[in-house]
């Protein structure tokens, strides 16, 4: 149990992103939350039609575009 433990936490380390930068490699999607005045990433849906407020969550951005 324990070597399977320090294996995920192995292959977690590994796999994280610096915060001095790097390259995600799949879908990130950010939390949503009501901090509105804190420095964050959001969530950006690029949509050809109106927003649809049931599809997004706190803190989203939707632009529409033509």
């Known amino acids: 149990m324990l070597s399977n433990t320090a294996g995920q936490i192995k292959d977690r380390v590994a ?29 950006v849906i690029l949509n050809t039609t109106d927003a649809v407020l049931g599809s997004m969550g706190d803190g989203d951005l939707w632009i529409k575009y033509v």
């Open 15 to 43: 796999n994280k992103m610096d915060k001095s930068g790097g390259t995600f490699t799949g879908v990130v999607t950010a939390q949503s939350n009501t901090s509105y005045a804190t420095a964050q990433i959001h969530n």
